[in-house]
């Protein structure tokens, strides 16, 4: 299943599937992004992070690619579990000690 | 510890009464941040400390105050709050000025 982050803020995958959560980011300049899992009553925990002088980075299931033509992120998930299901954001990094998050993309994973 | 431990975990306060958000790390972070997360949005950069001062204040009102007491330590004092405040206020260390953050698990604070 695939989102477009800002204009479809749920993405409903069946275990097992593949994911791929949006994120459009607003600076041209920013250069350090990083993928965040939000789950209810938790505050957002790290998953991966890619800087402006890449375009992919895997991680343990998860891979981020970065198209700084267009200004836009994604997360991968592979093999999607239930535990996966949470709120994921982007942020941009714009500056020294700046991160500003995205709108987020809530990941809903069916059994 | 790999922890940014926050507390209260929930706090419910009066518009007259003064309360303070309390935030620890102990992973030898130097730069400690406060944001605000209301529901169902992305969070908000309030405050930045970066070696115990404080760098950035995002236009955040006077009824905010940051403190930096130590490089472990931060609070956030709070004082004649309005309903709207009401919010999850979390807390975030990084190693230096370019790395991820880590997040603590938030106040859930409720203005009455």
């Known amino acids: 299943g695939e989102s477009v982050g800002l204009h479809l803020p749920t993405l409903s995958v069946q275990e097992g599937d593949n994911s791929i959560i949006n994120c459009a980011y607003s600076?041209?300049?920013?250069?350090?992004f990083i993928w965040y899992k939000q789950e209810s009553g938790k505050g957002p925990q790290f998953i991966i992070d890619i800087r402006s002088n890449m375009d992919k980075r895997q991680g343990q299931r998860v891979t981020v690619l970065l198209n700084k033509t267009v200004k836009h992120l994604s997360l991968q998930i592979a093999a999607t579990q239930p535990g996966d299901s949470a709120v994921y954001f982007c942020a941009e990094n714009m500056d020294f000690n700046k991160f500003y998050f995205g709108s987020g993309t809530k990941l809903n994973v069916k059994p | 510890d790999t922890e940014v431990t926050q507390t209260p975990k929930h706090l419910v306060m009066g518009m007259t009464n003064k309360k303070s958000l309390k935030c620890e790390q102990h992973m030898g972070h130097r730069a400690m941040y406060w944001y605000k997360q209301k529901a169902k949005k992305p969070p908000e950069l309030m405050f930045v400390?970066?070696?115990?001062?404080?760098?950035i204040n995002e236009s955040v009102p006077s009824r905010f105050s940051p403190e930096c007491p130590n490089s472990s330590l931060l609070n956030l004092h709070l004082h004649a709050l309005q309903p709207e405040d009401s919010a999850l206020y979390l807390c975030?260390?990084?190693?230096?000025?370019?790395?991820?953050?880590?997040f603590g698990s938030g106040t859930r604070l409720t203005v009455v």
């Open positions: 975030a260390s990084s190693q230096d000025q370019d790395s991820g953050y880590t």
């Open positions: 400390y970066s070696y115990e001062k404080l760098s």
């Open positions: 600076n041209s300049a920013s250069d350090y």
